[in-house]
């Protein structure tokens, strides 16, 4: 698919539904699509909401270090169940695919925020 048919049917989902930034659906797209890049076979892979919600915690904090938690909360991603709400506006796009038994409720197991995304640059006395 060309960026210029995502960013289509990025735009028809922000018609939609605009509580999150245009950023925040390419940010998960492109998490997904490095893992895809990675280990091509198979080309497609079923994710468990944790191993989504792990991929892109690490990708945040790889790529905003500190200022991960502001960026994401800049996009309308404040929690893991956001980032649920952002796959499944991008399954009904129809550019992810999802099982049956995938269900938004699975990315309320995640990780507090504020744990995941600030914990990491607190002094080691301070840490939860």
Known sequence: MLREDIDELIADILAKDARYERDAYRFVLECIASVREEDPLPKRRDFKAWELLDLFRDRALRLYGPMAMDVLGAWGV?????????????????????????????????YDFREAFRAPFLPRSKRP
Do not use: M, W
């Open 78 to 110: 404040r929690s893991c169940r956001d980032f649920g709400h952002i796959i499944f506006n991008l399954v009904g796009a129809g550019l992810l695919g999802k099982s049956k038994d995938d269900k938004l409720e699975d990315f309320d197991q995640g």
